[in-house]
């Protein structure tokens, strides 16, 4: 995962800062049920796409798919974390990712992937 220079992180809109104020403002309550990352995961293509619920991990590191998620119900920060997923990731191909809180760290982090269609051409005599 690259990390983006200070100057060229995306700028976040009204609604998008009063919630990761929200969700930071949670990281002791987190820290406190043993829990070290909290993610939203979201996928889609074809103009149709899909946030799935937060889930809470415990483990040292995060990858989707990777681990299992703890019972822990962070429900109250759903619509929280899916303001901080990217407009348009679903548009055309489409794209996937992760909106991601290091409890520890007190960090949030959106890892956004785009897919995109690609062709070789091959010219031959006959």
């Not at 060229?8 to 406190?32: F, G, H, N, Y």
């Not at 909290?38 to 149709?48: E, R």
């Not at 809180?101 to 051409?121: I, P, Q, S």
Request: hydrophobic fraction near 30%; aromatic fraction near 12%.
């Amino acid at each position: 995962m690259e990390t983006e220079p200070e100057e060229q992180r995306e700028k976040l809109d009204p609604e998008q800062v009063a919630s990761k104020a929200t969700i930071l403002a949670e990281c002791d309550k987190l820290s406190a049920a043993g829990i070290r990352f909290v993610a939203v995961h979201f996928d889609g293509y074809g103009d149709d796409g899909t946030t799935e619920d937060v889930k809470c991990y415990a483990g040292d590191g995060y990858a989707w798919g990777e681990h299992e998620p703890i019972d822990y119900d962070a429900s109250r920060l759903q619509e929280h974390f899916e303001a901080l997923v990217p407009f348009g990731y679903e548009n055309d191909c489409g794209g996937f990712g992760d909106v991601l809180l290091d409890v520890r760290a007190r960090k949030l982090t959106v890892e956004r992937n785009d897919r995109f269609e690609d062709y070789t051409t091959t010219t031959y005599e006959v």
